[in-house]
């Protein structure tokens, strides 16, 4: 299999779906020529036009209500945020209109909007720059909420997100662009709503994503050499979540750590240990764990804003912490 980055991952998935169906087009900040704020779009204005691949204002409300307007007479939008901050400055569009609108109105039309967002903290971008806004939209029922954590999850989830009838945040993580790992040549296409066993084990399962679910594999391959048996599993996205996988893997371990970047107080991981404590309580041996980010706004400065999110040591910790009871 072919090596590549997430970003180029990302790009590779808008080029062909771009090319298979003539009803996909991609508006933006600065998506066409310039290629969008961290280069992902680079290329496609030149090869697909004006028509296809355009800018926006900037305008986050009409992006995203520009890109619902689209979707609900036919066509198959991926409109582009810079900053998945700036979800909060079209939250009508996306909480109430995206997520809604195909209930609200008896099913007569689909919402098929894709809403690619660049998440999490790099490059010291700072308190308006660098959030995981990824539990802001959970409670948004009709809305996917996606974040891939490798380049073979972000092209296959981004082809499947394109192609689905329901409207996608696609939240990916900035400081991942240049990460490469094999990709699937072909059809490559990812289950949205399926978590990936990233590694199994044994001992004390770890739930996490994006940057977190790294430090979570490399806490597992330290604590393999003293024996310590550990389940990594991805989910991929929070929002349709595949709860089965998870309950399954802690019955079966009996512990519980979840990590992710984005703050602990309101994070996601309050939801899927919510989940597990009630429908796996029985099952535990120790108190499920989560590891997060500081309750502090992102510092703008690259060195600083990696006290504010959790490292792999913090990911050890916690691990050590469930296996002590």
Do not use: C
Request: hydrophobic share 40%; proline share 6%.
């Amino acid at each position: 299999m072919p090596v590549i980055s997430y970003a180029r991952a990302i790009r590779e998935a808008l080029e062909e779906e771009l090319e298979r169906d003539d009803r996909v087009f991609v508006m933006g900040q600065d998506v066409g020529a310039y290629g969008g704020a961290f280069g992902i779009t680079k290329g496609l204005q030149q090869r697909f036009g004006k028509r296809r691949v355009f800018d926006t204002p900037i305008s986050e409300t009409f992006i995203v209500g520009g890109g619902v307007g689209a979707a609900i007479t036919g066509l198959r939008p991926v409109v582009e945020l810079q900053y998945a901050d700036f979800v909060a400055i079209a939250m009508d569009e996306i909480y109430n209109k995206a997520a809604k609108w195909r209930y609200m109105h008896g099913g007569l039309f689909t919402v098929p909007l894709v809403i690619r967002a660049p998440e999490g903290a790099a490059h010291g971008g700072g308190p308006e720059h660098s959030q995981s806004p990824e539990a802001m939209l959970m409670s948004a029922p009709g809305l996917h909420v996606i974040t891939p954590s490798t380049p073979a999850d972000a092209k296959g989830l981004l082809k499947s997100a394109i192609r689905s009838d329901n409207p996608v945040l696609f939240l990916e993580h900035k400081a991942l662009y240049g990460m490469k790992g094999e990709v699937p040549e072909g059809e490559h296409l990812v289950e949205i709503g399926r978590a990936d066993i990233k590694r199994p084990g044994t001992d004390v399962t770890v739930v996490a994503w994006t940057t977190l679910l790294h430090r979570a594999l490399e806490a597992a391959a330290q604590l393999e050499k003293e024996g310590i048996s550990v389940e990594v599993i991805d989910p991929r996205g929070i929002s349709p979540l595949d709860t089965d996988t998870i309950l399954t893997s802690v019955r079966r371990t009996g512990r519980l750590v979840i990590a992710h970047e984005a703050p602990k107080t309101g994070g996601a991981g309050g939801e899927v240990a919510a989940i597990v404590a009630e429908e796996a309580i029985d099952y535990l041996a120790a108190p499920i764990i989560r590891v997060a980010g500081a309750d502090i706004p992102m510092p703008q400065n690259s060195g600083l804003e990696q006290y504010a999110i959790p490292g792999t040591d913090e990911v050890i910790a916690a691990i050590r912490s469930a296996l002590r009871d």
